[in-house]
């Protein structure tokens, strides 16, 4: 049986925010939720950019190929990002999430990163589709608090997973089986961060499409509107049923329908293939107002998922080489009040400076080597310390280091903490949302404690905690 998607689509700034970040884009065959992030900067840039990349898969394709195609044009738009940054480094921290699905007639390829959602109602009942990439749900994944707690967390916003232009954002990919009254929800956390699951279920349950997303949008508002609320609702009916699929024409959303996207300048990326051509690579639709010139698409060509970008590689080496030729530093004191956690070789270390430097002016070096092996780590810890951990201050680390050390069974003296619930260091109604391994410029640093902390006294128990993402555990200490 051949099906078809009947869906209603919806995007608005909310009740608090100045502009909408979200991105969306619908067709028969491409369903896609972007939300943006980056401050002032940019959020609504990147999910426009992850729209205007990943719609141009929007063409038959059947079966798992699609999971591919998808995973193809996610890291595509990844790319771009991390172009446009490199053109302009006041993008810099810009990211977006993707919940995209491509419809073959039988079944949709899910492809998702991020803590944009994709629901199914299948005969009454909701199920959630995507696992959140997202600070609080790892600590729902380990035990460590519960659905409830993670829902009013004061850090459910960050991410750990984003597209935001740096390497190993893979999205996850699954497939979906579909039957004729299926209904597909994707949406921002708009909705379903301020709405919680049976509230969804009830809403979704209204036959009418457009009375199903006039209740759920008024459920967020009825919560605080306080984010963008994009979403889109997919009936999945029988294809015969084609005055009603016809209906269903392609829609951009939020941000992609007017952000315009800079040109980027001309580069050649090494190894890529002139003229390499892939059934999976379609041409922008031609109604698209924003395309690049034509000659820019090589850049573009379909190629597998890689995890590293040598390119970016070799341009982070070099800032960092000028910065240890050039002795630079005394004009940049700020820097030196900012630590993270990484690896150094197989050591874990805290490094003074941001993990990433500025053109010509690298920023980092090693602090202090700890006698901590990046290997002793289970893997999902070793993961984050390569892609670095975000903390306030020097103290901070030394904590972020003792969780790790506790994690990896070698207990040392950590200090206990109180709670795994800080306060005090963000909103959880004004924070921006902010990739986890994203090195946050002052302006929009999620950590306002900082400044208060960073030439105070060591932490103690009253302290509140760092921003989460410097301590992957919060468990009390040893
Ligand atoms: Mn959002």
Known sequence: MTLALRYVTHSEIGLVRKNNQDSGYASPRLLLIA???????????????????????????????????????????????????????????????????????????????????????????????????????????????????????????????VINGQPANDPDLTMVDLRPGDRLMLCSDGLCGLVDDPEIEAGL??????????ELVEAAHAEGGIDNISVIIADVIDDADSAAAAASKM???????????????????????????????????????????????????????????????????????????????????WTRTQFYVGAEQDQVAIFQGLPEGLPGIGLSRVYEIQDLKVSELPVVYQEKVNATISVTDLSDARRAVAELMHTAGRCTEAPATASPTPTGSVSPTSGSKTPAQTPQPPATSPTPAKTATTSGSPPTTATPLPAPTSTPATKPGC
């Open 35 to 161: 939300d943006g992030m980056g401050g002032a900067a940019a959020g609504d840039l990147a999910s426009a950019v992850a729209v205007d990349t990943i719609r141009k898969v929007d063409a038959p394709i059947d079966g798992e190929g699609m999971l591919e195609v998808l995973a193809g044009a996610i890291h595509r738009a990844n790319d771009r990002i991390a172009d446009l940054v490199e053109d302009d480094y006041s993008l810099e921290g810009m990211g977006t999430t993707v919940t995209a699905m491509l419809f073959d007639g039988t079944q949709v390829a899910l492809a998702h990163i991020g803590d944009s959602r994709a629901y199914l109602l299948r005969d009454g009942h909701l199920e959630q589709l995507t696992h959140d990439h997202s600070w609080v749900q790892s600590l729902v994944d380990d035990g460590k608090i519960t659905e409830a707690e993670a829902a009013v967390h004061p850090h459910r916003s960050l991410l750990l997973k």
């Open 251 to 333: 829609v951009v959303l939020g941000a992609a329908a007017n952000r315009k996207i800079p040109e980027l300048e001309t580069r050649i990326r090494p190894g890529a293939a002139i003229g390499a051509e892939d059934s999976t690579d379609l041409q922008r639709p031609p109604s698209s107002g924003q395309s690049p010139p034509a000659d820019d698409e090589a850049r573009y060509d379909p190629q597998p998922p890689k995890k590293g970008y040598p390119r970016r590689t070799i341009a982070t080496l070099l800032a960092l080489l000028l910065v240890i030729f050039a002795g630079l530093g005394a004009g940049y004191a």
């Open 205 to 214: 349950s209204e036959a009418d499409p457009d009375k199903a997303m006039a």
